[in-house]
């Protein structure tokens, strides 16, 4: 209890400054699952552990003091009730950090399911009448594509074909179940956003690479990412650089080297660490619980 | 580099995709299209009776309009919808926070450096 309870947050730590250099060199679709899916556990088992670390206050009630005094029990203290105190808010803090994403999360489900309206419901392709070049994901069932009149114009025929298929594999993959999940995680506990943001990188690289099999060309992948950059940055300049974990010229320069290895390996090391934590968690939950038994009799 | 070549692979794409195809080429130009033209813009060895297909279910959806511009056979994208959803989404938009800025964009902001090193792959064909 007194040192596993901390193992979640440490690895948090270790999870997320291994995180880029796995989102370099191993093949974006596995590297993406394995860290949405190292990253949830984590978030879990840290949540969990300012539970348990939280949980230890429950010596102070003063119900528990004078049942203990009466009968000549002197009460553990696993942690120092600075400690315990932190974790409550730290966790009030949590809680706050998740609804946020989930009303976020809403509030853009909302609106997609607005743009889609009026189309035939088994459409793929959604056209918006707009001079603003923009194209994107709309996730559900069935999942659709959005793009503009503008993108759509700006672009040559294999080109619009590596865009539909860049989208199509958004959708067939369920990045945004992905996404979600990973935004939950760094909500969760904010050491991880390291972590989401290499996986909002990722999502874009199995995309790419997914339109590039699709489309059979690499080169013409990497065109049509070139061409849509350069039509998005003349219809809205000055949101340079907000955007470096997505680089474009990042995407662009992947694609112009052959595909990386899937180096299942490196996959099962980063489940691994992902692994740990929850079990620091369970081993910590199995401390407290002999500790409460000890301090609330009964149990 | 891999790849086979972005030609021939029509008959591996469905229904679906080809419907999108087809829109998203009528939608690229200001010009109504014939089924000919759209199969030669598209390549890939599409066949024409394939095209004409699709023209007929994509104006049984109403999303595709005939005989446009005194042209017998041309097809023009329907707007109604596409407008509104344009709408909705300047719409969402201009209204902060950005529910947009959430998604998976296909591509986002570039630096100066990175916006010339763009042109100079395109080889000065650039938009």
Redesign the interface.
């Known amino acids: 209890m007194r040192i596993d309870v901390y193992v979640p947050l440490v690895l948090a730590l270790l999870l997320a400054s291994v995180a880029p250099a796995v989102g370099r060199r191993v093949s974006p679709g596995l590297a993406a699952r394995v860290l949405v899916t190292a990253a949830a556990l984590t978030a879990a088992a840290s949540t969990w552990a300012l539970l348990l670390l939280g949980a230890t206050l429950v010596d102070q009630a003063p119900a528990v003091i004078a049942e203990a005094g009466e009968e000549g029990r002197i009460l553990p203290e696993p942690v120092p009730e600075t400690v315990a105190v932190l974790a409550v808010a730290a966790l009030a803090v949590v809680g706050h950090r998740v609804r946020r994403v989930v009303r976020a999360h809403l509030a853009t489900r909302r609106v997609l399911h607005r743009l889609c309206e009026g189309h035939p419901p088994d459409s793929e392709l959604v056209v918006a009448a707009s001079p603003s070049p923009q194209a994107f994901a709309i996730p559900g069932r069935p999942g659709r594509i959005l793009v503009t009149a503008a993108m759509l114009s700006a672009l040559e025929p294999a080109e619009r074909r590596v865009l539909l298929a860049h989208e199509r594999a958004h959708l067939t993959h369920r990045h945004a179940v992905l996404s979600t999940a990973v935004a939950l995680a760094a909500a969760a506990n904010p050491l991880l956003t390291p972590v989401r943001d290499t996986v909002a990188f990722l999502l874009e690289r199995w995309a790419d690479e997914e339109a590039a099999s699709a489309v059979g060309d690499r080169n013409t992948t990497a065109r049509a990412l070139a061409r849509a950059a350069l039509v998005s940055q003349r219809a809205r300049p000055g949101c340079a650089l907000h955007f470096s974990e997505h680089a474009v010229t990042r995407r662009i320069a992947a694609l112009r080297t052959a595909p990386p290895p899937v180096m299942r390996s490196v996959g099962a090391a980063v489940l691994a660490l992902g692994a740990l934590p929850a079990l620091g968690a369970a081993d910590a939950t199995g401390d407290l619980v002999q500790l409460l038994a000890g301090t609330l009799p009964g149990w | ?6 030609h021939g ?1 029509a008959e591996r794409r469905s229904a ?2 080809l ?3 087809v ?3 009528l ?4 010009d109504a299209l014939t089924p000919a033209e759209i199969q030669t ?4 060895g599409l066949a024409y009776n394939t095209v004409h297909t699709i023209l007929k279910r ?1 104006y049984d ?3 595709v309009l005939r005989d446009v511009d005194g042209r017998r056979g041309a097809y023009r ?1 329907a ?8 709408e ?3 719409e ?2 201009d209204r902060g ?1 950005d ?2 800025a ?11 450096q ?2 010339e ?3 100079d ?2 080889g000065g064909t ?2």
């Open positions: 580099m891999a790849g086979t070549g972005p692979r679906g995709e419907e999108s195809e829109l998203a080429t939608w690229a130009t200001d813009e598209i390549g890939g994509l959806k109403g999303l994208p707007k109604n919808a596409a407008q509104l959803t344009a909705a989404m300047h969402a938009l926070p529910p947009i959430a998604l998976q964009q296909f591509v986002t902001g570039l630096s100066r990175e916006e090193a763009l042109r792959l395109l650039g938009p």
